[in-house]
């Protein structure tokens, strides 16, 4: 899909890319809210922030890998990424923001996404792997498992689908039957989940800088 085009303004570069355009924004939101889509958060170029008050998972599995895309100006870009991976996830109070700065006429730009305010309807996802250069939470694993090889199907640790070119598998790993963190703040590259269900989401747009943390 084409990028709109709004007074020299390419909306595209800013928008994560859960969602076609901006202009889809509503009507796809409400599906991921009712856990009707597979879900893809990605910026070119561009990391963006994570915060949540917790997240629980189970089947918990972590990897080195590349990240490739493009730069904002279209040039080949990698960066290296530490893969965290969950069967299952739920997610408390979750924040995403991502900042675009040098936009015609307004300068920064910044999207803003929320969901699973309430404690009672956190986030859901399914088959959720993220690609972080920075994590700082409190963590406690249950029946953890550090130092097994990445890509061995014996020992139950699985690659995110479509990038084992990316990842060494005989590179370290770790995993553990559960993960809980609390107080997440994260810096990503790229989010994919099979299922993302985004409970009280929201999404805005701000002119200046406004992120998560």
């Excluded at 899909?1 to 390419?10: A, D, F, K, L």
């Excluded at 910026?43 to 918990?60: C, H, M, T, Y």
């Excluded at 997440?184 to 009280?200: I, M, P």
């Amino acid at each position: 899909m084409e990028s709109q085009v709004r007074g020299g303004t390419r909306w595209k570069r800013f928008a994560v890319v859960m969602v076609p355009s901006v202009a889809a924004t509503a009507a796809i939101g409400v599906a991921l809210a009712q856990g009707a889509l597979a879900a893809s958060f990605s910026v070119s170029g561009q990391s963006f922030k994570v915060s949540a008050d917790s997240l629980v998972g189970d089947n918990f599995v972590q990897y080195g890998s590349i990240d490739t895309g493009t730069d904002l100006k279209g040039n080949p870009a990698a960066h290296p990424v530490a893969v965290s991976g969950f069967s299952s996830a739920t997610i408390t109070n979750m924040c995403q923001s991502v900042v675009t700065p040098d936009v015609p006429v307004f300068g920064s730009v910044s999207l803003e996404l929320r969901a699973g305010q309430d404690a009672k309807k956190p986030v859901k996802a399914t088959n959720i792997y993220i690609d972080v250069a920075q994590l700082d939470a409190d963590a406690v694993f249950k029946n953890i498992d550090i130092g097994v090889a990445a890509g061995d199907p014996s020992n139950g640790t699985k690659i995110q689908p479509g990038s084992e070119s990316k990842v060494n598998p005989y590179g370290f790993a770790q995993r553990a039957e559960k993960a809980t963190l609390t107080g997440v703040k994260q810096t990503a590259w790229a989010t994919t989940a099979g299922t993302f269900k985004l409970s009280g989401l929201s999404l805005k747009l701000h002119t200046g800088t406004k992120e998560c943390f």
